[in-house]
């Protein structure tokens, strides 16, 4: 490792325990891992044998290799990102999410004052987040701490929009220039945004922060 790498560390972890503080104190559990394997062993623990899982489109959950994980260990996992699968069988597979035991899911940003912030194109994702499953558990990495909401939306949209677009193989401006041009209502991915300023009040939502790069 890099004689430099440690103020970098650090400056993570510092920014994953302030936002843990802030967030508990709006009604959101919190873990801060060690590191990606600690995060990915803390939510496998916190999850039942039998809980029906349901995942919405998250990179860093499938990062973390928790859809293999869960299913391997015998978990039903509701997921969508399925090869092949036809409009109806997505369609069906977000539905599922809504009614999943728990709702495994990343979050586009955080603040270090312990809001969440989501931009949908959808909305599955976002709409499972703030009801349905009884339980949530919000995973991310400190690249995804933000200073405040503006700065919080700024990334939503500068940083995880124009790579989601990509990803996604989308004909959309950020995707061929690299950054966002707050593109016209009838052609933008970034269609609803949530922001939860507390925890919702029928959910359980832990929040499980990760010193590393994680996600978009
Ligand atoms: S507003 Fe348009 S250009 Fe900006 S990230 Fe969203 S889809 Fe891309």
Redesign the pocket.
Known sequence: MSEYQWPRDQFYRLRCEKAARSLQERGFSTIVAEDREDAAEQILAAIGAKDRVGIPGTVTVRELDLVRRLSARGNEVIEHWLPDASAEEVRRQRLGQLTSDVLLTSTNALTLEGELVNIDGTGNRVAAMVFGPQRVIVVAGANKIAHDIPEALERS?RIA??IN?MRLGLD???AKAGY????APS????AITVIMERAPSDTDMLVVLVPEDLGY
Do not use: N, S
């Not at 966002?180 to 593109?183: G, L, N, Q, S």
């Not at 052609?187 to 970034?190: G, Y």
């Open positions: 949209k929009g124009p677009a959309k401006p950020c966002c041009v707050e593109c052609t933008t991915i970034c």
